[in-house]
């Protein structure tokens, strides 16, 4: 059976990964893959994740199962995280823990599958690498709709708004919570207003992928779409991931949020979902949920991670800033819109060629479709990444 399978292609991430550590070169910087780097270019543990694993590591009496739904206090804190612990919504939501954000998209499309066998789900054009063929795999039918105009930097709102227009109440729409992934640029408060009202009239049910909370404003901020689409409409999922917020990647912790009209329909769609995941790996792994819990449930501890998670939001917004005067310095002058966009993405608008000659002839590894990692900048790489970008767009 295996000897006939054709070998299937490596994933783009991956194989950068691999490339750039087989390159033997210096001063080689990798702004390939999605995690977040301190100025010293390493992917730190937080020092408030330290402090709950020590804790954790006292206190913590069993290893037993808990169940499918995962942790409670931490899905407790985390719906409350996410749609603000006032909300009204909270009473008619329920949170599961999941593995990661991407298991929590993942039982939010079976599930939302299983409901309805041919239901279509409007995507992004540019949008995280793995949405596409996740949705496929759990059978839906992908409707990409326009979002972005690379060359200029800009949100091709009105487009936007016209190619949703066609949804109809069968449909789920796709939206980035805060700091879009590739592109950086996220509806203002007019739009995400303009966007509930469509889903008003349209009756289509968001989806939407909370996988940056609190690298673009604030926590609160950041999910302030979230809460206005949970006040505006009668369901709502939310995916939201603790890899990038916490730095807790490999851990995989996630949540799914369901909102249903009433308390009753959230509580009969966690039970689907639950399925989902029995059905799938049955239960999600502990040890990171824990230590959300332990954080967010801890006044002291939740204090250092917020200040650990601002410190990161601002090293990325420094790093806009001066990746723009370097590049403005090297003549690339059409470029500021770096500096306004959020989170740790962004897109150049380069040529596939120029993206193989940073990585050829300047050791600066991005990914294909032109995005970078603004996160992996330093103040030591800032200025040779951004000589190397000039200098490839000139050709
Ligand atoms: C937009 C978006 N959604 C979801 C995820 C998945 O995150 P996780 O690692 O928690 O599965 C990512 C990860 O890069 C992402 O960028």
């Known amino acids: 059976m295996f000897a006939e399978l054709p070998t299937p292609p490596q994933d783009p991430i991956l194989g950068l990964a691999k490339l750039f550590a087989q390159d033997r070169a210096d001063n080689k910087v990798d702004l390939g893959i999605g995690v977040y780097k301190d100025e010293r270019g390493e992917v730190p543990i937080l020092r408030s994740v330290k402090q709950a694993e020590s804790w954790l590591a006292a206190h913590q009496k069993s290893k037993s199962y808990l169940s499918s739904i995962g942790n409670p206090d931490f899905n407790r804190l985390i719906g409350e995280l996410v749609l603000g612990a006032e909300s009204d919504a909270l009473r008619r939501s329920q949170t599961i823990q999941t593995p990661g954000g991407t298991g929590a998209l993942r039982v ?20 995280w690498a793995n949405h596409q063929p996740l949705f496929l795999a759990a059978g839906l039918e992908v409707v990409p709709y326009p979002y972005y105009d690379v060359t200029r930097g800009e949100l091709q709102f009105e487009a936007v708004l016209a190619a949703l227009a066609e949804m109809t109440r069968e449909d789920v729409l796709l939206l980035h919570g805060c700091c879009q992934n590739p592109t950086g640029a996220d509806f203002d408060s007019a739009q995400w207003r303009a966007i509930a009202e469509l889903l008003v009239r349209t009756g289509a049910v968001p989806l939407v992928d909370l996988a940056y909370q609190g690298f673009a404003v604030g926590l609160r901020e950041d999910a302030a779409a979230v809460a206005l689409l949970a006040s505006r409409l009668p369901e709502l999922l939310v995916a939201s991931s ?121 050791h600066v590894y991005i990914t294909g479709s032109g995005r970078i990692n603004v996160a992996g900048l330093t103040p030591d790489n800032v200025a040779r990444v951004a000589a190397a970008i000039a200098a490839v767009r000139d050709g």
């Open 108 to 127: 939010a499309a079976d599930l939302l599958h299983k409901l309805r066998p041919h239901r279509r789900i409007f995507i992004p054009s540019r949008t």
């Open 242 to 362: 603790c890899s990038k917020n916490f730095a807790l990647y490999r851990e995989r912790v996630g949540a799914l949020t369901v909102i249903g009209a009433r308390e009753a329909d959230a509580a009969t769609a966690r039970a689907h979902a639950l399925i989902v995941a029995r059905t799938n790996y049955s239960m999600p792994p502990d040890h990171g949920a824990a230590i959300v819990a332990c954080i967010l449930g801890s006044d002291p501890l939740r204090g250092e991670w917020e200040q650990e998670l601002r410190a990161m939001r601002e090293r990325i917004k420094a790093m806009r800033v001066q990746l723009v005067a370097n590049l403005e310095a090297h003549g690339a002058r059409d470029l500021q819109f770096l500096a306004h966009q959020r989170g740790m993405f962004a897109l150049l608008g380069l040529s596939a060629q120029a993206v193989e000659a940073l990585r050829i002839r300047h």
